[in-house]
């Protein structure tokens, strides 16, 4: 059935070899390109007879692979970026290969079988009941979003007089948490960090019981944030579940870039009170060398999950066998890419020791990274780093400076930093998940500062 005719033969010489090339060599930095520099490069590439596959591979590989940042570059210390394992990649050319249903048992079990053993890892490090469970879904913003509408699926039950209802967490809380209220119609009760930056259950305690006085808004979920995107500071998680408890609310945790770091047993006690939560998302696309794009969500009670994300069709009910496990059935998805399987592959592979050391090697270049600009005549260092994001400032310099010096890194193709900002300063942030960044790449980043 498949044609696979000598043309295709050839082209899967050319695929394979630029795939193997790619994942062999250095990356290269590269950078982006305005659209009109790629129309003049490229002209448009959809056309009636095509271009055929040596052609559009060629469009790819000379151009447009060029005007994108590659996100495992040793230098690329932006946003959080990612750092696939050389394993986790090419069993991403397997996954892709093979034409797999992720949505169902029926379908996919072998996969779903998988997944759901890189799920138990994962859940087990939290020290979740065997009785948890989850999925892998497209990214963090979905996760919460999905483990939210359980959250307030279940606090409907509890107070179905409630009209209108709030999510409780840190104003470092990541967007996605406004995005998710936004998507829902839910407000949010966003609650001050300490000078640490860490949200305490005293507070959320203080300010949950003073929104519940004051007005019928009920709050459904607390949401604390392991590890935040700008600092990489971790809620005290430990204080914050006995106040959910004690007022039978959910207790979700962010953990979409931290929590990866539960597996270093160096830092597991940093999440001491995340076996306490209903329900928690780490990305393993962040900080657990797996590919885009993979974001593992997990329920302490999948039950109640089931119950909100199940579609029903009557097309659909022969998958809905009583003690199935159907991944389709626990987010806002329902056909669904085996995305967890990169994961899982590199996970079985190297061993659970492994990650370990990973993490813990980029944790050590993230403290020697501040140490060093602790030492540095110009720059100040933001706080000490929780986990691996290192945050600093340079003295005199204003966001035009800190821009202007970013363009000039990329340009130079020296490394990717763009400016971030905290309190409404400017500053810069080294987001380190790649255990190929040494600390000879820091002096290089360094010395033009
Ligand atoms: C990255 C991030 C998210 C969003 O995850 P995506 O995979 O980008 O959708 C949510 N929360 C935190 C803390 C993050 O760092």
Redesign the pocket.
Known sequence: MHQFTHEVEVLADEVLAYSLHRLKSDPPLDGPLSESQLFDAVGNTITAKGLGGHKALEVFTRVLAKACISTDHPRNLAF?PSAPSEYANLFDLVVGASALYGGSWQEGAGAVFAENQAIRWLSDLAGLPASSGGVFV?????G?LSALVVARAEARKLWPETSRWAIACSKEA?S?ISSAAQVMDVDVLAIAPDADGKLRGADVAREIDIFHGSQETRVFAVVA?A???NLGTIDDLVSIGPVTKERDIWFHV?????LAAMCAPAAREKFAGIELCDSFIV?P??WLFAPF?A?ALVYRNPRVAKEVHTQHASYLETLQEEDVWNPSDYAIHLTRRTRGLPFWFSLAAHGTDAYAEAIEKTMEVARAAAEKIRLHPRLQLVRDPELSVVAFTRTGWGSADYQSWSDHLLANQIGFIPPSAHHGQPILRFAIVNPWTKLSDIDLILESL
């Open positions: 959080i497209q990214g963090g913003t979905i919460n990541h996605s944030t590890g935040t995107t962010d953990g979409a870039y931290g990305d696309h962040k794009d974001c």
